[in-house]
């Protein structure tokens, strides 16, 4: 395959790690459909030999397309406070006041832009899933329901002026189009303006063999050698690094326009401490691959010894539950399968959409298994008035998967 490095357009062909063929991360097996089985899909991590960005290069997953959307950012309690903090700090570090304006970027349900908006500066969030858009305007915050891109950071500005500071937490890694996004905070980045970035930091997942963070959604593992050019590239440096704790690992960059700010000697050290981690090399990378498949072995090893000496072996995960036509309320599975059938069979698009926004669903995903486990063909599917078919994976008749949008 020829695929392109999203970070400098370099061809890509050196292989970090190949997990093999993965179920999607988030995706949900209902229990009667658990003997059929599930889509596999390639999880192949590249490492651009060039820039060293760390990328995936598949198929599009039909969980890229709404993963977020059942998500509400203020059910973990532990995000909001580190929203909270986040905002005290950013209010204190660059004076922000009631003349000031934040935006941030998949801005979700407000948790944290409800911290500024207390301390009565001005705000506005950019969020792509219009029903938890429509729960941050609820708690009084303004908020556009739209993809982030270089397009639209111009229009913003052009419609309400620049930004003073721009957030934009855990969204970077799940971004395709690098430098579109990234060119997006140059246009609406007031001239001493600052965003803040936070993204899981590459060093940590291959300090500590994370690689169960891998999936499909996630597609660049990211460190400050790889994304400095890219800012570079959009008129942005980063004048300043914090490392936090957050999600086995997390940098949060602080960029400017670039020539506007100096640089801490914070951004210098990380720099440091990802050359001495071997992060200049291609060989640094494609040995994690042998790593891996060294603790897959020794895992392996592990529990066929158990099995011969007698022992049992129980497994317990935690999925979060978002694929099929699952709702994030699994506690009540009578409700789900009433609000599947309704989504599924009914023609009542006003029931149809009572049903959707109850659950907080604006997609429905299909696949072989659960139509043949409702006795449905995918013709009546398309047929229904409330749904919009956004994505096909694979082919009818044999497997695949199909995203309709909830229109109703
Ligand atoms: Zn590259």
Known sequence: MDHKCRGCGAALSDVMVDLGPQ??????????NAHRGEL???LTVYVC?????VQLHHEVPPSDIFSEYAYQSSWSDSWVEHARRYVDLATERLGLNEGSKVVEIASNDGYLLQWFVRKGIPVLGIEPAANIAAIAEERGIPSRVEFFERAVGRQVREESGPADLM????VLAHVHELHDFVGGFTELLAPNGRATIEFPHLLKLMEQVEFDTIYHEHFSYL??????PVFAAEGLSVVDVDELST???????????????????NVERIRQAEAAAGLGDLATYTQFGATVAAHKREILRHLIDLVESGKRVAAYGARR?????SFHAPSNSAERERAEDLLLRSDDSGAVGAAARAHGVRYLVVTPALLAGKGLELEQIEARRHLRRVHLTGRPGAEFVAIYEITS
Request: charged share 10%.
């Open 23 to 32: 179920p999607l991360a988030n995706s949900y097996v209902i229990p009667q």
């Open 40 to 42: 596999f899909i390639p």
């Open 49 to 53: 030999a060039l820039c060293k960005l």
């Open 167 to 170: 957030v934009a937490n855990n």
């Open 223 to 228: 460190s400050l050698l790889a994304l400095e």
């Open 247 to 265: 999600h086995g690992g997390t940098l949060r960059v602080w960029l400017a326009h670039t020539g506007s700010a100096p640089e801490s000697p």
């Open 321 to 325: 539950i978002l694929l099929g036509a």
